[in-house]
T-cell receptor, first 115, second 108 residues
Framework: DAGVTQSPTHLIKTRGQQVTLRCSPK?????VSWYQQALGQGPQFIFQ???????QRGNFPDRFSGHQFPNYSSELNVNALLLGDSALYLC??????????????FGEGSRLTVL | DAKTTQPNSMESNEEEPVHLPCNHS???????IHWYRQLPSQGPEYVIH???SNVNNRMASLAIAEDRKSSTLILHRATLRDAAVYYC?????????FGKGTRLSVIA
């Protein structure tokens, strides 16, 4: 049973460019959350998708957008990249976003470097 | 979001028990206490969670104070593979909110 898979694992972009990161959730999971982790910090919540809609959002600008597909996979898009967007982007999948006991399964992340 | 306070770092000898503390004095009645850990170069992984009673699983034990204002994650025999950042998180009907966690070093 494959866990959460993310692609690409590493990428380098320049300021002003746009990037798309992809996530396939654990089999059977219907909810995908995205997190940004800067070096030496804990992951910061970006947003959560369930039933192809953004359900909750953290304190991130509109440059960060996402999508969830009917097969529950998800994309994170970041426009007009800034140097400060350099981070590890983590995808987590779970069941039923309204359940506060639900365990999140994380992927290994996509490491984005903005030059 | 309810906040937690953890020591920045802790050190343990291999094969000894480790007690990782967490203070959460503003916890609400419906908040669950979750623990995740993040090994180097990996995403976080779930360790354990509880509400009021102490909990045990194959990875660890969670001891929750009677007033729920603090909790302790217990690793019964630390191994080198337990070296990681451990996050204590309060979760209501909201996404997980991570703090900086406790960096655990295990010495052989």
């Amino acid at each position: 049973d494959a866990g959460v898979t993310q692609s690409p694992t590493h990428l380098i972009k320049t300021r002003g460019q746009q990037v798309t990161l992809r996530c396939s959730p654990k089999s059977g999971h219907d909810t995908v959350s995205w997190y940004q982790q800067a070096l030496g910090q804990g992951p910061q919540f970006i947003f959560q998708y369930y039933e192809e809609e953004e359900r909750q959002r953290g304190n991130f600008p509109d440059r960060f957008s996402g999508h969830q597909f009917p097969n529950y996979s998800s994309e994170l898009n970041v426009n007009a990249l800034l140097l400060g967007d350099s981070a590890l982007y983590l995808c987590a999948s779970s069941l039923n976003p309204g359940v506060n006991t639900g365990e999140l399964f994380f992927g290994e992340g996509s490491r984005l470097t903005v030059l | 979001d309810a906040k937690t306070t953890q020591p920045n770092s802790m050190e343990s000898n291999e094969e000894e028990p480790v007690h990782l503390p967490c203070n959460h004095s503003t916890i609400s009645g419906t908040d669950y206490i979750h623990w995740y850990r993040q090994l180097p170069s990996q995403g976080p992984e779930y360790v354990i969670h509880g509400l009021t009673s102490n909990v045990n699983n194959r990875m660890a034990s969670l001891a929750i104070a009677e007033d729920r204002k603090s909790s302790t994650l217990i690793l019964h025999r630390a191994t080198l593979r337990d070296a990681a950042v451990y996050y204590c998180i309060l979760r209501g009907n909201t996404p997980l909110v991570f703090g900086k966690g406790t960096r655990l070093s295990v010495i052989a």
